[in-house]
């Protein structure tokens, strides 16, 4: 069975610095990957997807995410935060049996 | 925003009795799924559903039941209320299941006392 691993359960940067948040997989065959994001009381929105082709994924609101297939991870990154970033963030895992796995996500706190 | 209604939004109920928590989507999309979210665990898979009476179990199904007699339907009962389920609910629909994107209804909050 699939399972989503991200270590960090709370992450703090200060505004303007970059941000990286990790993923790592565990799945048999190529995944379907995506990154959500959820602000306190809401529900939870797609941040961007990984299918197949280039590894590089670009979003919304700025960030972009990297597959790599011999780390197992999938990687959340953005080069400058804004105070309008602080939410918590979930990898989630798809496998051909259309479950949809998450992680136990990583909540993010600016620093003005 | 994906034509997701949860209702209720918001309930509280006593231990023992019985509650349904139901989805309403207007998207005609074909996969529905029912996710809990507590604290230190994230999202966890209840139920889910890839068509009209296919069902079947996620991580954490044990107390919790579904229905789905109708495409835009989908319902999520417990039995029995008990305490360890309080939580918040979301209802979840894709179209074509793993490989698209899931949209999310706004949760619906639930008190077991």
């Known amino acids: 069975a699939q399972s989503v691993t991200q270590p960090d359960i709370h992450i703090t940067v200060s505004e303007g610095a970059s941000l990286e948040l990790r993923c790592n997989y565990s799945?048999?065959?190529?995944?379907?990957l995506f990154w959500y994001v959820q602000s306190p009381g809401q529900g939870l929105q797609l941040l961007l997807k990984?299918?197949?082709?280039?590894?590089l994924v670009q979003g919304i609101k700025g960030f972009e995410a990297e597959f790599k297939r011999s780390q197992s991870s999938f990687n959340l990154r953005k080069p400058s935060v804004h105070w309008s970033d602080a939410a918590e963030y979930f990898c989630a895992v798809a496998d051909r049996d259309d479950k949809i796995i998450f992680g136990k996500g990583t909540r993010l706190h600016i620093l003005p | 925003d994906a034509g997701i209604t949860q209702s209720p939004r918001h309930k509280v109920t006593e231990t023992g009795t019985p509650v349904t928590l139901r989805c309403h989507q207007t998207e005609n999309h074909r996969y529905m799924y029912w996710y809990r979210q507590d604290p230190g665990h994230g999202l966890r898979l209840i139920h889910y559903s890839y068509g009209v009476k296919d069902t079947d179990k996620g991580e954490v199904s044990d107390g919790y039941s579904v229905s789905r007699s109708k495409t835009e339907d989908f319902l999520l009962t417990l039995e029995s209320a008990t305490s360890s389920q309080t939580s918040v609910y979301f209802c979840?629909?894709?179209?074509?299941?793993?490989?698209?994107?899931?949209?999310f209804g706004e949760g619906s909050w639930l008190t077991v006392v």
């Open positions: 990984y299918f197949s082709g280039d590894t």
């Open positions: 979840a629909i894709s179209g074509t299941g793993s490989g698209n994107t899931i949209y």
């Open positions: 799945y048999g065959a190529t995944p379907y």
